[in-house]
């Protein structure tokens, strides 16, 4: 009877996970069709174009799928100029636009531009989620709106205006799943550690330059495309 000490583990074959699994039929999507991409690497292509994130917290099968055919996804994506981006220690996925400039390229990404108070409340989250070094941060809506003492922009001198303007902010943020509610208080938020992935040196630099010149008294032009803080 041969037990598992007479068995030399390291010596047996290494097996690649994803060939070793059975095919799957794949039904043709129209008449010619000779794709070779599964069915749930097509699913993670769809949801990393049309979801501005993904995460193995929210998404745990489909992030998974990204995953397990990130090399093809990237290929796919490459094609139309866009990068998949995987963030290792926050398991966060998506893309963004690569800085590639063609004459007869055009940008696929056209999201929603985010505004100047939706901006500038993500870049005082990004620095309080560095500072924190990976510990959950938890602030309630009148802290976020302390972060924006000592404004003085010329637009939003009534009061009642620039509360609103503020809590648009936190709403937007909230709806993009940055801002997470907590089930214990509703004007009490986690900062989602995705705010540390997308907000890059560059963005934050530019970020920085708009808050001070509304503390400055000025008026920062609202983006005309979409933030890289997507």
Request: a negative charge; one cysteine or more; glycine letters at 6%.
């Amino acid at each position: 009877m041969t037990t598992d000490a007479d068995i030399d583990f390291s010596s047996l074959p290494q097996v690649d996970q994803q060939t070793a699994r059975p095919p799957v039929a794949r039904r043709p999507r129209f008449d010619g069709d000779v794709s070779e991409l599964p069915d749930r690497a097509c699913w993670a292509l769809q949801h990393l174009l049309t979801r501005r994130y993904l995460s193995a917290e929210a998404d745990a099968d489909v992030y998974s799928w990204v995953l397990e055919y990130r090399k093809e996804l990237s290929i796919r994506l490459s094609e139309l100029d866009l990068i998949l981006r995987i963030v290792d220690g926050t398991d966060i996925a998506f893309i963004e636009q690569a800085r590639y400039e063609s004459a007869r390229g055009i940008k696929v990404l056209r999201r929603e531009p985010l505004g100047t108070y939706d901006s500038i409340l993500a870049l005082h989250l990004a620095q309080m989620m560095r500072a924190a070094g990976g510990q959950t941060v938890l602030i309630n809506r009148e802290e976020m709106h302390g972060l924006f003492s000592g404004v003085l922009n010329d637009t939003d001198r009534d009061a009642v205006t620039f509360a609103a303007r503020i809590d648009g902010a936190i709403a937007r943020l909230a709806g993009l799943e940055i801002l997470r509610k907590s089930r214990d208080d509703e004007d009490s938020y986690t900062i989602s550690p995705v705010i540390t992935a997308i907000m890059t040196a560059s963005v934050i630099t530019e970020l920085q330059q708009q808050f001070e010149q509304l503390l400055n008294g000025g008026t920062p032009a609202e983006p005309e495309e979409e933030s890289d803080v997507d």
